[in-house]
């Protein structure tokens, strides 16, 4: 069987605009990155918290060949951008 895929951004854009979305948990087998950062600054910022998988080792130690996932190359810069802070 199938599985249907939709982009995340059809997902935040399901969520009525006065609904707080206090948390987004992605596990997305290392394309965590490449859905989060195809969102537009107006749908990421209605996200007050995220949580993903990232990886942290360098790109040898990648178990995606040839995915975008990195804390330091991609996430903190991306997200810095978006407004976001991290703790």
Do not use: C
Not at 55 to 62: M, R
């Amino acid at each position: 069987s199938t599985v249907p895929v939709l982009p995340l951004a059809a997902l935040l854009d399901a969520i009525p605009l006065g609904v707080t979305i206090t948390l987004l948990k992605t596990d997305m087998q290392g394309f965590d990155f490449d859905a989060v950062s195809s969102l537009s600054r107006a749908q990421i910022r209605r996200i007050k918290n995220i949580t993903a998988e990232v990886y942290t080792l360098s790109e040898e130690h990648n178990p995606y060949v040839g995915v975008r996932n990195h804390l330091h190359d991609d996430w903190l810069p991306h997200m810095a951008a978006m407004g976001f802070h991290f703790w």
